[in-house]
């Protein structure tokens, strides 16, 4: 099956700091990625979709300037939370998904914390 | 108004008993798709099985199966003989067609607890 990768896994960083999240589908080209978060002990929530090559569309309440997302290649998308606070401390998780299909391969998940 | 919905927070079944997972949509897209995952503590996210709103058959998938009623919106997930390893959170999540971008939307999850 289609795997996708995440890192880094784990991610410590102190308030105020910018940290990059990278997602890569290794097996097949996606055309679109999704980045959700979850909270402990609740469900996904999408922040925002990317498209290969055009600019994300986020969702509503999303703040783009604080989680910028690139996908610069079929293979590779990162999401990079910019000035970290402790309350974006959560499970960030991808997925990706090929042309003309309907499957999300989802990555391991990146957990961060701030300090 | 949720657009998914699992009326279960939590339940414990009994290992080599089977489960059923609640799951309720709501969506006036005539295209859509309902999935189920699996996330057991580690965090990733295990695609179980997937339906079609087109699909005629339910879907089935080894132990799991999809008991789909269109007329009813719902969408529930059977686990058949259950396993100790089958104790993780379950979310069903809904795909809308191209005008919505198909994306995913979830469900608040169950937690399955199996017992031995």
């Known amino acids: 099956g289609a795997v996708v990768s995440q890192h880094p896994s784990r991610v410590i960083c102190k308030s105020g700091t910018s940290v990059k999240i990278e997602c890569r589908s290794l097996?097949?080209?996606?055309?679109?990625m999704f980045w959700y978060r979850q909270f402990p002990k609740q469900s996904l929530m999408l922040m925002a979709t990317?498209?290969?090559?055009?600019?994300?569309?986020?969702e509503q309440g999303v703040e783009k300037d604080k989680f910028l997302i690139n996908h610069a290649s079929l293979t590779l998308s990162t999401l990079t939370v910019t000035s970290a606070h402790p309350e974006d401390s959560s499970f960030y998780i991808c997925?990706?998904?090929?042309?003309?299909?309907?499957?999300?391969?989802f990555g391991p998940g990146t957990r961060l914390t701030v300090t | 108004a949720q657009k998914i919905t699992q009326t279960q927070p939590g339940m414990f079944v009994q290992e080599k008993e089977a489960v059923t997972l609640d799951c309720t949509y709501d969506?006036?897209?005539?295209?859509?798709?309902l999935f189920w995952y699996k996330q057991p503590s580690s965090g990733e996210m295990i695609f179980l099985i997937y339906?079609?709103?087109?699909?005629?058959q339910n879907a089935t998938e080894g132990r799991y199966s999809l008991n789909f009623q269109k007329a009813r919106k719902s969408a529930n997930l059977v686990i058949s003989a259950s396993q100790l390893g089958d104790s993780a959170m379950y979310f069903c999540?809904?795909?809308?067609?191209?005008?919505?971008?198909?994306?995913?939307?979830f469900g608040g999850g169950t937690r399955v607890l199996v017992k031995p």
């Open positions: 999540a809904m795909r809308e067609g191209e005008a919505a971008g198909n994306k995913l939307t």
């Open positions: 097996d097949f080209q996606a055309t679109t």
């Open positions: 969506t006036s897209d005539p295209s859509y798709g």
């Open positions: 990317s498209n290969e090559g055009s600019k994300a569309t986020y």
């Open positions: 997925s990706a998904r090929e042309g003309g299909t309907y499957e999300q391969y």
């Open positions: 339906q079609g709103s087109y699909d005629q």
